[in-house]
């Protein structure tokens, strides 16, 4: 059973556009909710994350929505560009903080 | 360079032969952890370590071994391998509390015959 749920699979984009990434969670203990990209034959790189106190995260081009209530958080490219193609994963962590929970990721393709 | 490495990157292998991925961060990391990653299932945490001597299950734990001797070294040993293990594993390392980033090894595919 996955603990966080990742949607879409796949996005296309056109360069400029504005990318949106979903994903939902069950947990109420969670309280950290990192965002991963992800480019071909490398490893995950933290790209930004969010705590429950604020709705909102922002930095440069990609911003965190939190909804504490709905249990749902998105990631958001503004501005998308052809070197952001990779896949995306959002992640939470709480009830145990040593434990990672992951969605099952999005591939982004940002078309010229 | 900050780093953590993980060796070999690639494996074949044969169903049965205990094989072992190593995994070291040159960081001073407390802490150390085991991930896989499959299409469809995003990644998934085999198993973690907070410290020397110190390691626990994560969510797939399953067929895996882990061993935690020295800080800068995690290895995953798969003691009798089986073809439902092939797939991407990462390690990855962290400094301090949860809320402090993860950072992750370049990746070994296994195949499993």
């Known amino acids: 059973q996955q603990q966080v749920k990742q949607s879409p699979q796949s996005l296309i984009v056109q360069k400029g556009g504005i990318s949106i990434i979903n994903c939902a969670y069950e947990n109420t203990a969670f309280d950290y909710f990192p965002w991963y990209q992800q480019f071909p034959g490398k490893g995950p790189a933290l790209l930004i994350a969010?705590?429950?106190?604020?709705s909102e995260k922002k930095e440069g081009r990609f911003t965190i929505s939190f909804n504490k209530s709905a249990k749902q958080f998105s990631l958001h490219i503004m501005d998308s560009q052809p070197g952001d193609s990779a896949t995306y994963f959002c992640a939470a962590n709480g009830d145990n903080f040593n434990k990672f929970y992951f969605g099952s990721g999005t591939k982004l393709n940002v078309k010229p | 360079e900050a780093q953590v490495t993980q060796n070999p990157r690639y494996l074949i292998t044969v169903t049965g032969k205990k094989l072992t991925v190593t995994c070291s961060q040159n960081m001073n990391h407390e802490y150390m952890s085991w991930y896989r990653q499959d299409p469809g299932l995003g990644l998934r945490q085999i198993y973690y370590?907070?410290?020397?001597?110190?390691?626990d299950k994560g969510d797939v734990p399953e067929g895996y071994k882990v061993s935690r001797k020295e800080k800068r070294n995690f290895p995953l040993i798969l003691e009798s391998p089986s073809p439902n293990q092939t797939s991407l594993y990462f390690c990855?390392?962290?400094?301090?509390?949860?809320?402090?980033?993860?950072?992750f090894g370049p990746g070994t595919r296994l195949t499993v015959l």
């Open positions: 990855a390392s962290r400094w301090g509390g949860p809320y402090n980033e993860q950072f």
């Open positions: 370590s907070m410290n020397v001597e110190v390691t």
């Open positions: 969010i705590r429950p106190d604020v």
